[in-house]
């Protein structure tokens, strides 16, 4: 069965803080994975990661992917209370359809 | 670019009624919608998908009788939820696949039903 599983489920630090974000995956097919952010509506899009090993970097936040182990990273330097969301993992087959993490809930303290 | 209005933004409807909701791409064609429902403090979770002029393809567990999908054109497909009852209450998003350059999607704003 097909699963993508993001740890921790959530997390609570102080601004000014690094944190980091996992995402493993079992899939079959495997295509991309990607990274969203979701504060109270729609995810709005982060990272697509389909290469191995290559960072990709936006500002104070940036993943990486390692195909072989099959996780990825989300990481966010010096973060700020607009950082406070729900980060989602998701996962693209063959067919063209994304398989949704858990989730993790960051909540920023001032 | 890119964009999926989704409407409307929460409705609040008396058990046993249907409820509507449209999503449209604006400035592209959505050949393919994907429907997803996120439960409080879960995850979305993919109901279905539909392509544009054929019937939409259900995930295991989705009822396809109660959740009607109808995407008869490349801009517009609807989610009707029939025959509502309270646990149908939850947020609905639609996601449209796009391919500008590399597949990508793009979200609608979602919708927040309440069945009371």
């Known amino acids: 069965e097909d699963k993508v599983v993001q740890s921790p489920l959530s997390l609570v630090v102080h601004e000014g803080d690094t944190v980091t974000l996992n995402c493993s995956y079992e899939v079959t097919n495997f295509r991309s994975l990607l990274w969203y952010k979701q504060e109270k509506k729609a995810p709005t899009f982060l990272f697509m990661l389909t290469s191995s090993g290559i960072e990709k970097k936006s500002g104070r936040l940036s993943s990486i992917l390692d195909k072989k182990e099959l996780f990825s990273i989300l990481n966010i330097t010096a973060t700020q209370t607009g950082d406070s969301a729900v980060y989602l993992c998701a996962v693209l087959f063959g067919n063209e359809k994304l398989t949704f993490g858990t989730g993790t809930r960051l909540t920023i303290i001032p | 670019g890119a964009v999926v209005s989704q409407h409307p933004s929460w409705v609040i409807c008396k058990s046993g009624t249907s409820v509507k909701i449209e999503c449209r791409s604006l400035?592209?064609?959505?050949?393919?919608m994907f429907w997803y429902r996120q439960f409080p403090k879960q995850s979305l979770m993919l109901m279905a998908t539909s392509n544009e002029g054929s019937k939409a393809t259900y995930e295991q567990g989705v009822e396809k009788d109660k959740f009607l999908i109808n995407h008869a054109s490349l801009t517009l497909s609807t989610l009707t939820v029939t025959s509502a009852h309270p646990e149908d209450s939850s947020f609905y998003i639609c996601?449209?696949?796009?391919?500008?350059?590399?597949?990508?999607?793009?979200f609608g704003s979602g919708t927040r039903l309440t069945v009371v």
């Open positions: 996601s449209a696949g796009v391919r500008r350059g590399h597949y990508g999607y793009t």
């Open positions: 400035d592209f064609q959505a050949t393919t």
